[in-house]
C-alpha cells in the first residue's frame, strides 16, 4: 500500500460511511475500517470529509485573447486546482489562424502535457475557420474529443457562427454520438446594447453587465434548444448565469430536447453590483453577472439536478493591468475571472453550510455528474476499489479568506477577497499522489495525464 487515508468520513453523491482509503499504483485498492499501513504514507481524516475529486469540465488555460494569454498556463492553471480540490479539468482546443483542428489539438497536447500537474481532458472549439473542415469532426472524436463549442456571440472574434453553420455542426457532431457545447448569448441584443451604450458616453464596466441582460441569454438558449431539437443533438449550454436562461433549458428539456447546462462559482456567488465599483473590470466575464434572484435560482437548479448538472470554473484570469485597457471602453476588457480553485470551497461553504445544497447534491455536481456526462470512463469521479484514487479531504471547521495569496491563480488581486469560506480542503490527491497538502502544492509539473474522453453513444451501448 502506498498511502492510508485513516478515519475518513467518505460522501458519495448518496451515502456517507465511514472507512480507512487504501491506495496502491494510483488506485483505490480497499475500502475498509481495518487496513493496516505496512509502510505506506498515512493521513489521519479524523473529523473531516473526503469526497471525490473535483472535476472542472470548463477552463481556459493560457488561452490567447485580444493581445495577450489567459494568466495561468497548464502548470499554474492546475496547481490552483489541485489547491482547490479539483483533480481532473477539461479545457478547450482554441485552434489559432492557420491551424487546423488536429494541429491545434497536437498543439494543446504538447503543451499541456509537459506541465499539467492534474489529469485533463480536452473539448473542441469550434469556429469559423473550422468550418471548411467540418467533415473531420469523427477524427477528433476518435482522439478523444467528442465535444465541441459553438458560439452564438462574438461575432468579431470570429468566435460566432450562424445560425446554420451551427446547425451544421450539430448535426455532424450528433451523428458521431458527441457533445455540442454552447456560449449562448445573443449577439444582436449586445451588439445593439453596446452600440446604444458606447454613444451615451457609458464606457465603465458596469455597462458590460448591462448590454449582456439575462434576456440575451435566454434568446440564445431558446434559439440553440430548437435547432438541436431539429439535428438530434445533445446540448450542453455552457455558464449558465440567469434564471431566465434556466427557464428556457427547464422549458427545452420538457419538450424533449436533451439539453443540460452547467453554471459556475461566479453566478452563484456575485452580482452585477459588483461591477460598479473601482474595479469593476475585474469582475467582466460573459456572460456577465446578473442578480442576487439569479443566483438563489442556480442554486435552486443545482439543487434539483436535471437542468443543471455541473459546475465548471470557466477559469481565465487577466492581470489588473490588462483588465485596465477597458478602464474608458468596457468593450476593451479581457473577458473572464479565475475560478478552478474556488469550485470546492463555495459549494461547500456557500452552497452545504448555508442549507442551498446538500454534500450529496455537492458532490453529484462537482464529480459523479461531469465524471459520466463528459465521458471520463469508469475510473473517474467516484470512491470505489478500482477507481483511481482522486480525492479531497474537507476540514469542515477551516475559516479561509479568498485573499489573493492564498489563491494559486497568477494575478494581482481576488474577485472574492469578500469572501470567506468556512470549510476548505487540506488534502488533494491525484492518481494516489498527494498534490496538496495544507494549502501547499506538493505535486510535480508533468505528473498530470491526458484522458481520452468516450461519447456518449459509446457509454450508452456499453450500459445496455
Ligand atoms: O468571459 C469569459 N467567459 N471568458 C472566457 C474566455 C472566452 O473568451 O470565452
Ligand atoms: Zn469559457
Redesign the pocket.
Known sequence: MDLLVRNAKIVTSSETFESNIGVENGRISSLSPNLQASGAAVFDARGKIVIPGGIDAHT?ME?P?MTTSSADDFYHGTVAAACGGITTIVDFVDSQPGQTMLDALADYRRRADEKVVTDYGLHMMFKGQNLPEIDRIPEVVEKGVPSFKVYTAYKKRGLMLDDPDISRVMRKVAAVGGLVAV?AESESIIQDLIRQNLSAGNTSAIFHARSRPAEAEAEAISRVTRLADRARAELYIV?LSSRAGLDEVEAARARGTRVFAETCPHYLVLTDQALEGEDGRNFV??PALKKREDCEALWEGLRQGGAIETVGS?H?PFTRAEKDWGKDDFTRIP??VPGTEVIVPLLYSEGVRKGRITIFDMVRVTSEAPARRFGLGPSKGKIAIGADADFVVIDPAKRVRLTADVLHTRIDYSIYDHVTTQGYPVLTVSRGEIVMEDGVFAGKRGRGRFIPRETSGKRSRETG
Open positions: 481556459h488561452l485573447v456560449h455558464h466575464m460573459s470557466d481565465c473577458n473572464g
